[in-house]
């Protein structure tokens, strides 16, 4: 067993049972809606019983209580922020799920698709309501008041961010021209922000030092960005037996990810050539998966991918030398770092 | 010139002013989300260019000023508590336009309309992300932490009475029977809860006695109540000519408001008339109307209706005479009361 998944086995059903406390309450004529809450969850079915679904990795409030037992505090204290970061990551999950019409999630039925979308709306903003409660938290934790403030300033701005990444996100869907550096700035909102601010959340609750913890928050920022970069590699190259996904499946639906961007940014006749794939009307086929894949090779999408990716890595272990923390929670969050970079699914 | 009127020319600038700042903000690369914001308060119109379209009143965040100074504060600390008690009264429209379906809201499209539902979902969630950053600017404005967190909490707890009382609002529609308390419970979410906790927000700021700030909690949402049942009183007699919608067309569209479900849940066989008219599925027609208003009027429901909106009129005075405030601030709040109880449109 490796250290990340002792801590794990640890620190995990605190985690879910401080989750579920939030989603527990709920006067009686809205249980119906605490119920969609605890399906989105995974912990009940479309009937309100009891099930073990699928569910996320709980990466963020893991990295939330790692942080803080490296900048030197108790995990336990740091629970209601642990629970937050996992709650807002669902609300998210729950409002991208109907503004990008999704069918499915982990390998059921999206919430819109069985409550519909006005209800589906509505739960999301409750559970983002439900996030800042369990935020605030901290202060019956035995926080003090001034900490519990500078994780709410972070959090909320934290919050923001997202939605402005999400916002440019949709945008990109209906513009022709996106460069790598605005598809970097949207990641470092969708993606990122949250997975940096959970870092800076643990250390907050742990110390007194604000200097300290944004080294934190540059950890878990550029480990979101070189996460995503490498989730954009797998879409395109990824082991169809590993991935789940069918290969090259973003390249059908031409997504706009980093490899893609970068190529069709690049002058010349194999540029040109992906531009026009791109700009055209048609639907693509997997007959025209050779010749993208063979344009993408030759632009040098992939080892520009695979650098940027490397390179965002190295910065996030750099930031987390730098923040100078105790060994055992810093050992923790490098091989949480490495584990995720590693993946092949 | 009133006092209301007076205090309302001496402090809208500064309330206008700090909205406004909030909604100045934001990235480059997301300027297009904050003009959807500034599009839904009226300020811009489609295109981004300034207008001075219909606003809202303001009710809430006046409330929340005249509430800090009857509670023996200055007005001007508590104005970040206004501006966020305004914002999150607008992201909650944002999504109820969405969810209704509703194409037009003060005279103009509604930002779903223009925008489309997946952005207008997400410049809601960002708008309701504003409203608790406003809110944290209590503590720049030098109100102490533990006063500041005490807002938090009331302003947290108060969003998920909000989506409590959505969420009653929206399943009411699909439900054959709804009794007149339940509909209580449903607008003591949906309509008092943010006024109740607008008048209890300026007195926290004000002063230390939670006690007493829990008698303008009680203030505000008794006037709630009275004025929704008003509403809906007006919905069904109110002068077409004063209202702006037609007459009786909360009638047509089956609406549930208070003297539809009393009448409803009567026995006998003028309830029972009304009940067959309620569940037929045929559209109902201005012919309709006479033979319904008069069920109405035999079953009671108008008198039994004001007699409802009398009563909560009168326990929201009573509790601010509890409160025990200053007498300026307290003569404003009840002016202001009145001024809402009494209208006609």
């Given amino acids: 067993m490796t250290s990340v998944q002792h801590f794990s086995a640890q620190w995990l059903p605190a985690i879910e049972a401080t989750l579920r406390r939030q989603l527990a309450g709920g006067p009686p004529e809205a249980q119906g809606m605490y119920a969609m809450m605890r399906y989105h969850m995974g912990w009940e079915d479309a009937l309100g019983q009891p099930e073990q679904a699928p569910q996320g990795k709980r990466v963020r409030p893991l990295v939330v209580l790692m942080a803080c037992l490296a900048a030197g505090g108790a995990p336990e204290q740091a629970l209601?922020?642990?629970?937050?970061?996992?709650?807002?990551?669902?609300?998210?999950l729950i409002?991208?799920?109907?503004?990008?019409?999704?069918?499915?999630?982990?390998?059921?039925?999206?919430?819109?698709?069985?409550?519909?979308?006005?209800?589906?709306?509505?739960?999301?903003?409750?559970?983002?309501?439900?996030?800042?409660?369990?935020?605030?938290?901290?202060?019956?934790?035995?926080?003090?008041?001034?900490?519990?403030?500078?994780?709410?300033?972070?959090?909320?701005?934290?919050?923001?961010?997202?939605t402005e990444g999400q916002y440019q996100d949709m945008s990109f869907e209906t513009r022709p021209h996106v460069t790598p550096a605005e598809y970097l700035v949207m990641i470092a909102g969708k993606t990122a922000a949250l997975l940096a601010a959970s870092a800076q959340l643990g250390a907050l609750v742990a110390s007194e030092d604000v200097a300290a913890s944004e080294h934190y928050w540059r950890f878990g920022h550029e480990l979101g960005l070189s996460f995503q970069v490498q989730d954009d590699i797998l879409g395109i190259w990824g082991d169809e037996a590993l991935t789940g996904k069918s290969a090259a499946s973003d390249i059908l639906t031409r997504k706009k990810t980093l490899p893609v961007l970068y190529a069709l940014a690049q002058p010349?006749?194999?540029?040109?050539?992906?531009?026009?794939?791109?700009?055209?009307?048609?639907?693509?086929?997997?007959?025209?998966?050779p010749t993208i894949l063979r344009l993408l090779d030759r632009l040098g999408a992939r080892s520009h991918a695979e650098a940027a990716a490397g390179t965002h890595a190295a910065a996030a272990l750099a930031a987390l030398e730098a923040a100078g923390g105790g060994s055992e929670g810093t050992a923790l969050l490098r091989e949480l770092a490495l584990a995720l970079l590693g993946r092949q699914t």
Same sequence: chains 1, 2.
């Fill in 268 to 289: 010349g006749p194999d540029g040109e050539a992906l531009r026009e794939i791109y700009a055209s009307a048609a639907d693509l086929e997997a007959d025209d998966l």
């Fill in 80 to 92: 209601p922020a642990a629970a937050a970061v996992e709650l807002v990551h669902n609300f998210s």
């Fill in 95 to 162: 409002h991208d799920d109907i503004e990008d019409g999704s069918p499915t999630r982990r390998h059921r039925a999206t919430l819109w698709t069985l409550a519909g979308q006005p209800q589906a709306i509505n739960a999301g903003d409750a559970m983002f309501t439900l996030a800042r409660l369990a935020l605030l938290g901290l202060g019956e934790a035995g926080v003090a008041d001034a900490k519990v403030l500078r994780c709410l300033h972070l959090f909320d701005r934290t919050c923001l961010h997202l």
